[in-house]
Nanobody, 129 residues
Framework: QVQLVQSSGGLVQTGASLRLSCAPS????????VGWFRQTSGKEREFVAT????????YYGDSVKGRFTISRDNSKSTVNLQMERLVPEDTAIYYC??????????????????????WGLGARVIVSS
C-alpha cells in the first residue's frame, strides 16, 4: 500500500488555473501509474488523467483534454495536475490514485478507478461562474 499525500484544492473563478500535487509518503512512484479522478455528489468517479512512471505516457479524459496537463517530477517523486481554463463543470473533489503498473507488462494503461488500489484523501476544487 502507498499512502498518497495531496495538496489542497481551492476556489477559483471561471477561466482561472490551479495546480494539484500528489506525492507518496515514504517511497517513490517508481513502478506505478498515477492518476487523477474527480467526483461530484451522486456520481461515479470520473477519469481525469493518468501518467505512467515507467514510460511517462499520459492519458486524459475527454472532458479535460487540451486544458489539463499531468506531469511527473522525478526529483521530488511528485505528480502534478495543472488545470487551465477552468469552468464550473470542473467543480468536484479531485482524488490522486496509484497502482502498480509497468508498460513492459503489455497491459492496457489503467484508465478506470476500478484499477486503482491506493487513494489520496481528495481535494475540493470549486470553480465559480
Amino acid at each position: 500500500q502507498v499512502q498518497l499525500v495531496q495538496s489542497s484544492g481551492g476556489l477559483v473563478q471561471t477561466g482561472a488555473s490551479l495546480r494539484l500535487s500528489c506525492a507518496p509518503s515514504g517511497r517513490t512512484f517508481s513502478g506505478y501509474a498515477v492518476g487523477w479522478f474527480r467526483q461530484t455528489s451522486g456520481k461515479e468517479r470520473e477519469f481525469v488523467a493518468t501518467i505512467t512512471w515507467s514510460g511517462g505516457s499520459e492519458y486524459y479524459g475527454d472532458s479535460v483534454k487540451g486544458r489539463f496537463t499531468i506531469s511527473r517530477d522525478n526529483s521530488k517523486s511528485t505528480v502534478n495536475l495543472q488545470m487551465e481554463r477552468l469552468v464550473p463543470e470542473d467543480t468536484a473533489i479531485y482524488y490522486c490514485a496509484a497502482v502498480r503498473y509497468d508498460e513492459a507488462w503489455g497491459q492496457p494503461a489503467p484508465l478506470t478507478h476500478l484499477r486503482y488500489d491506493n487513494w489520496g484523501l481528495g481535494a475540493r476544487v470549486i470553480v465559480s461562474s
